[in-house]
Structures are given as structure tokens and as C-alpha cells.
């Protein structure tokens, strides 16, 4: 057999349900370990796109593998792992015999101890899933995910539900993972995550992909800075502040989108001697995210 080149490729696919273009033409080359985020609204074909990656939907057109092989082909899934959106599983077995059971189905697994301890199972690995917490079920979910000892993971919204605690415990998980050589795909909403997590960030708008890069070069195709602030000012008048561009108000705060921050903030604290709270800052991924997402075509 031929080396595999690519853990996941696609060229021009295409998803449809009925007249709605859940994936329309994505063009995805990926062949090196690391943790890639794919970023998107609710809407935006993430899951879809996972969905076909794992044969659990057929692709209207264009072309996928995984592994080199056809989506959901035995060969495919003795290397993938996935944890889905909606994830559940049955309270019959203990989270160790549920491992168990899924290191079966693979030909080299782990051993069912290294992965309770790289997930840190120790504490609920004889107990029942119901019994759990959010952040331990999804953490169980995960040793079912890498047991297999897969050379590709899909993770598909892993850390909904979570508190910031068990999320970034996860997230140290996941980490850890990619750095032994696997490759992540990681669907999320979540723009903390990505930026603490991913090697590289794909957002995704209308089922297009509108923008594939680095953390950092995503970073920097917005330029400018943010100034925060608590003001009397209504939105038409810090529109109007010189170099401002977007406003966008978040309870108490204003958040001023400007390329010319030394004039907006004379102007500013010209027209409101009394603000407070000023910080001036970098645009987060946030921000990036919601302009890089208007470019695809459709909300």
C-alpha cells in the first residue's frame, strides 16, 4: 500500500439537503499532526461537514477521504476517532468497560490504563454515565475517542455545556494529544478555544471556508484597535469620532473599531471628559471572526 499523504483532503465538496447548500465547495488539505480549528456560526456546515468526513452523510458532489480512504470504510475508521455534537452513552457498562469495548474495535490500541490516565478517568472510571458531570462525560467521551490510538480525531463542539474549568482541562487533553503526532479537526463557536488551541483556524461562512490560516496571520488581517470604554456617548455620535469604524455596546461597555486610535481617542475624551474604564487593545479573534464571516456570501 502506498504511504498515506493526506489525514484529510477535499476538493470542491458540495452538500445538500433538499435546496439548502449546507457545504458549498470546500477545497481542505491537511497532512500533519497539530489541532485545526474549524470556526463558524450556528448554520454555517461545520457539522455537516464532519458528518461527511465520517461517511455519516453521502457528499452531493465534489470529492473527501480521510486517511486516504473512502469516508466511513473500515479502513478510515480503524484510524479516526470523533466525539459528536450529541454524544451519549449508555449507563449498562462503567466508563473502564465502555474503553474496554471500544478497544476492540481497533487493531492497535492503547492500553485501556494510559488512556484512563491521560484523561484523568481515575476518579469515575467504575462508575455509570449518567452519574457523571458535563465535564467528566465529555472527558469520557474522549478516551473512547483516542483509545483506538487514531491518527485522526474529530471533535464536534467538545466543550459545549462546559465551565471554564473542565473546558480548559480539555483543552490541556487535546493538547497533549496533538503534540504525540495526531491530527484534530476541532469544530467550535467558542473563539477562545481556537486561538488557545488551534495550529491553524479555517472559519466558516455559507458552507464556504473565507479565510484558512494561522492563529496569528488570521490575527493580522484585521488591522487597527479596539478602544473599550463606559460612556455617556450614544452609538451615532462614537460613530461619527474620527478613524472609528464598527461600534458594537455590551451591557455597560462600548467597543470603537479604529485605525486611527490617536484621533478617536482625543476625540472621545473631547466629548466625554467624564468616561471611564478606557482600555485600548488589539481586535481579539472575536472581532476578526465577525468581519472575515460577512465575506462569505450570506448569513
Same mark, same amino acid.
Given at each position: 500500500?502506498?504511504?498515506?499523504?493526506?489525514?484529510?483532503?477535499?476538493?470542491?465538496?458540495?452538500?445538500?439537503?433538499?435546496?439548502?447548500?449546507?457545504?458549498? %465547495?470546500? *477545497?481542505?488539505?491537511?497532512?500533519?499532526?497539530?489541532?485545526?480549528? $474549524?470556526?463558524?456560526?450556528?448554520?454555517? #456546515? @461545520? /457539522?455537516?461537514?464532519?458528518?461527511?468526513?465520517?461517511?455519516?452523510?453521502?457528499?452531493?458532489?465534489?470529492?473527501?477521504?480521510?486517511?486516504?480512504?473512502?469516508?466511513?470504510?473500515?479502513?478510515?475508521?480503524?484510524?479516526?476517532?470523533?466525539?459528536?455534537?450529541?454524544?451519549?452513552?449508555?449507563?449498562?457498562?462503567?466508563?473502564?468497560?465502555?474503553?474496554?469495548?471500544?478497544?476492540?474495535?481497533?487493531?492497535?490500541?492503547?492500553?485501556?490504563?494510559?488512556?484512563?490516565?491521560?484523561?484523568?478517568?481515575?476518579?469515575?472510571?467504575?462508575?455509570?454515565?449518567?452519574?457523571?458531570?458535563?465535564?467528566?462525560?465529555?472527558?469520557?467521551?474522549?478516551?473512547?475517542?483516542?483509545?483506538?490510538?487514531?491518527?485522526?480525531?474529530?471533535?464536534?463542539?467538545?466543550?459545549? %455545556?462546559? *465551565?471554564?474549568?473542565?473546558?480548559?482541562?480539555?483543552?490541556?487533553? $487535546?493538547?497533549?494529544?496533538?503534540?504525540? #503526532? @495526531? /491530527?484534530?479537526?476541532?469544530?467550535?463557536?467558542?473563539?477562545?478555544?481556537?486561538?488557545?488551541?488551534?495550529?491553524?483556524?479555517?472559519?466558516?461562512?455559507?458552507?464556504?471556508?473565507?479565510?484558512?490560516?494561522?492563529?496569528?496571520?488570521?490575527?493580522?488581517?484585521?488591522?487597527?484597535?479596539?478602544?473599550?470604554?463606559?460612556?455617556?456617548?450614544?452609538?451615532?455620535?462614537?460613530?461619527?469620532?474620527?478613524?472609528?469604524?464598527?461600534?458594537?455596546?455590551?451591557?455597560?461597555?462600548?467597543?470603537?473599531?479604529?485605525?486611527?486610535?490617536?484621533?478617536?481617542?482625543?476625540?472621545?475624551?473631547?466629548?466625554?471628559?467624564?468616561?471611564?474604564?478606557?482600555?485600548?487593545?488589539?481586535?481579539?479573534?472575536?472581532?476578526?471572526?465577525?468581519?472575515?464571516?460577512?465575506?462569505? %456570501?450570506?448569513?
Amino acid at each position: 500500500m502506498s504511504q498515506v499523504t493526506s489525514r484529510l483532503l477535499a476538493k470542491d465538496l458540495k452538500k445538500s439537503y433538499g435546496k439548502v447548500n449546507a457545504i458549498n %465547495g470546500i *477545497d481542505l488539505h491537511i497532512d500533519q499532526a497539530g489541532v485545526f480549528a $474549524i470556526l463558524g456560526q450556528n448554520g454555517a #456546515g @461545520k /457539522t455537516s461537514f464532519i458528518r461527511c468526513a465520517l461517511g455519516l452523510e453521502s457528499v452531493t458532489s465534489g470529492s473527501l477521504e480521510t486517511m486516504g480512504n473512502k469516508p466511513g470504510s473500515l479502513s478510515a475508521k480503524q484510524q479516526t476517532g470523533v466525539i459528536l455534537q450529541d454524544s451519549d452513552l449508555p449507563d449498562s457498562l462503567t466508563i473502564k468497560e465502555q474503553i474496554q469495548l471500544f478497544a476492540s474495535y481497533y487493531p492497535n490500541p492503547l492500553s485501556v490504563d494510559d488512556t484512563i490516565a491521560m484523561c484523568e478517568l481515575h476518579s469515575f472510571a467504575d462508575k455509570g454515565y449518567k452519574k457523571l458531570s458535563g465535564g467528566q462525560k465529555r472527558r469520557a467521551q474522549f478516551a473512547l475517542a483516542i483509545v483506538g490510538d487514531p491518527q485522526l480525531i474529530f471533535l464536534d463542539e467538545p466543550t459545549t %455545556g462546559l *465551565d471554564i474549568d473542565a473546558r480548559r482541562r480539555l483543552w490541556s487533553i $487535546i493538547r497533549e494529544f496533538a503534540n504525540k #503526532g @495526531k /491530527t484534530i479537526v476541532l469544530t467550535t463557536h467558542y473563539l477562545e478555544e481556537a486561538d488557545n488551541l488551534a495550529d491553524r483556524i479555517m472559519v466558516m461562512n455559507a458552507g464556504k471556508i473565507v479565510a484558512d490560516s494561522t492563529p496569528e496571520d488570521i490575527h493580522k488581517l484585521v488591522k487597527g484597535s479596539v478602544v473599550r470604554c463606559q460612556t455617556q456617548l450614544s452609538i451615532a455620535q462614537l460613530q461619527s469620532l474620527s478613524g472609528g469604524g464598527s461600534v458594537t455596546v455590551s451591557g455597560r461597555f462600548s467597543e470603537i473599531h479604529t485605525e486611527q486610535v490617536n484621533n478617536t481617542l482625543a476625540q472621545l475624551l473631547s466629548l466625554d471628559p467624564d468616561l471611564q474604564d478606557l482600555t485600548v487593545s488589539q481586535p481579539k479573534l472575536e472581532d476578526i471572526f465577525g468581519q472575515l464571516s460577512q465575506t462569505g %456570501g450570506g448569513a
